[in-house]
């Protein structure tokens, strides 16, 4: 049978006149199968909790029972004093007296406009100096010490000395030394016919003596930290620069101070702190604080000594603490970017 050209085949049919069964569409399908793999995988398991064990309960009550006994003593001996001493800073309270007026941060306005310039002039000349020629001199004990020398040990032990003693013991010793009629120095002096300085009584010159005590009773520290940090030095390294040809100087600028850079870091953070909080030497040998009334000792004479302020002393013991917190976060975020640790 001929089929005529205006004529059409059906859909699902062949010429033969048969049906066909329609194809299926391959892709519902694999979207399907897609979609199913996807909701499957996105839905997470949950796991089931886990209760904590008999060992981990015993565990845990081991630990606070080993902590906080010092967490309460630090609560009670340190934080709680620091809190309390913000709080005193806003009174105008005579230390021994019930009454007590709150003034607000009138002690601060006071402290800034009267007695800032002259105390923390103070302190930074107080601080500087004895942090840098501490160091300075450390490392260049340090340095000899390092070598082999006859009696090397017992000289470690002499430089060392002074800073386990007592500085009640050191100011008193020192006294003695710089006593201007009595004196140690003062007798060299007569005996070279040279005039005898009056330490006490010159403002400057009592820093200066203070200043002296203070290096020398800390320099011993600097420089068994600074020679520990020399002998964990690699010989490979000196050695090699040795082999380039590099002078003794060249090789401690280019090979040594760097590897010494977090020794360096970690001296100056805690030699600026311990200069900060200097006290026992400046009160032995200078009790009413002449040129010398550093933020620390400022702070004792206004409650202890004759003022008996004890809330503008707690104001100037804020500053003291806002100062160390500032200057230890600078030293750790800027300074220690140039420390090598390796």
Same mark, same amino acid.
């Given at each position: 049978?001929?089929?005529?050209?205006?004529?059409?085949?059906?859909?699902?049919?062949?010429?033969?006149?048969?049906?066909?069964?329609?194809?299926?569409?391959?892709?519902?399908?694999?979207?399907?199968?897609?979609?199913?793999?996807?909701?499957?995988?996105?839905?997470?398991?949950?796991?089931?909790?886990?209760?904590?064990?008999?060992?981990?309960?015993?565990?845990?009550?081991?630990?606070?029972?080993?902590?906080?006994?010092?967490?309460?003593?630090?609560?009670?001996?340190? /934080?709680?004093? #620091? =809190?309390?001493?913000?709080?005193?800073?806003? +009174?105008?309270? *005579? @230390?021994?007296?019930?009454? %007590? $007026?709150?003034?607000?941060?009138?002690? /601060?306005?006071? #402290? =800034?406009?009267?007695?800032?310039?002259?105390? +923390?002039?103070? *302190? @930074?000349?107080?601080?500087? %100096? $004895?942090?840098?020629?501490?160091?300075?001199?450390?490392?260049?004990?340090?340095?000899?010490?390092?070598?082999? +020398?006859?009696?090397?040990?017992?000289?470690?032990?002499?430089?060392?000395?002074?800073?386990?003693?007592?500085?009640?013991?050191?100011?008193?010793?020192?006294?003695?030394?710089?006593?201007?009629?009595?004196?140690?120095?003062?007798?060299?002096?007569?005996?070279?016919?040279?005039?005898?300085?009056?330490?006490?009584?010159?403002?400057?010159?009592?820093?200066?003596?203070?200043?002296?005590?203070?290096?020398?009773?800390?320099?011993?520290?600097?420089?068994?930290?600074?020679?520990?940090?020399?002998?964990?030095?690699?010989?490979?390294?000196?050695?090699?620069?040795?082999?380039?040809?590099?002078?003794?100087?060249?090789?401690?600028?280019?090979?040594?101070?760097?590897?010494?850079?977090?020794?360096?870091?970690?001296?100056?953070?805690?030699?600026?702190?311990?200069?900060?909080?200097?006290?026992?030497?400046?009160?032995?040998?200078?009790?009413?604080?002449?040129?010398?009334?550093?933020?620390?000792?400022?702070?004792?004479?206004?409650?202890?000594?004759?003022?008996?302020?004890?809330?503008?002393?707690?104001?100037?013991?804020?500053?003291?603490?806002?100062?160390?917190?500032?200057?230890?976060?600078?030293?750790?975020?800027?300074?220690?970017?140039?420390?090598?640790?390796?």
């Amino acid at each position: 049978m001929n089929i005529g050209v205006d004529e059409a085949v059906p859909v699902g049919a062949t010429s033969s006149g048969m049906a066909t069964p329609p194809l299926s569409d391959p892709v519902p399908q694999t979207r399907s199968t897609a979609t199913s793999q996807i909701t499957s995988t996105a839905t997470p398991h949950r796991v089931p909790r886990r209760r904590p064990s008999r060992r981990m309960r015993r565990e845990a009550l081991l630990f606070l029972a080993f902590v906080a006994p010092n967490a309460i003593l630090i609560a009670l001996f340190v /934080y709680r004093p #620091f =809190f309390l001493n913000i709080y005193y800073s806003a +009174l105008d309270w *005579t @230390l021994g007296s019930a009454n %007590a $007026t709150w003034v607000g941060l009138q002690n /601060y306005v006071e #402290f =800034f406009t009267r007695d800032a310039g002259t105390v +923390l002039t103070t *302190t @930074l000349i107080f601080t500087v %100096a $004895t942090v840098g020629f501490s160091m300075l001199i450390g490392l260049g004990l340090a340095v000899v010490l390092n070598r082999q +020398l006859v009696g090397r040990n017992v000289a470690r032990a002499v430089v060392f000395a002074p800073y386990v003693l007592s500085g009640v013991g050191i100011g008193m010793v020192w006294m003695f030394i710089f006593d201007p009629v009595t004196g140690v120095l003062s007798a060299v002096l007569r005996g070279m016919h040279l005039p005898v300085p009056q330490w006490f009584n010159n403002p400057h010159l009592a820093l200066v003596m203070v200043i002296i005590v203070y290096v020398w009773k800390n320099l011993g520290y600097c420089a068994v930290i600074y020679l520990a940090a020399l002998q964990g030095i690699p010989r490979d390294l000196l050695e090699a620069a040795a082999l380039d040809g590099a002078s003794r100087r060249r090789t401690f600028r280019s090979v040594v101070w760097p590897l010494l850079s977090p020794t360096t870091f970690f001296l100056t953070l805690t030699t600026m702190l311990s200069s900060l909080q200097a006290f026992d030497i400046i009160k032995i040998m200078t009790p009413l604080g002449q040129g010398t009334s550093t933020l620390m000792y400022s702070s004792y004479i206004q409650a202890f000594g004759t003022y008996n302020r004890a809330g503008y002393s707690a104001a100037q013991s804020t500053v003291l603490v806002v100062i160390l917190l500032i200057l230890t976060v600078i030293q750790m975020r800027f300074l220690e970017r140039r420390v090598h640790y390796s």
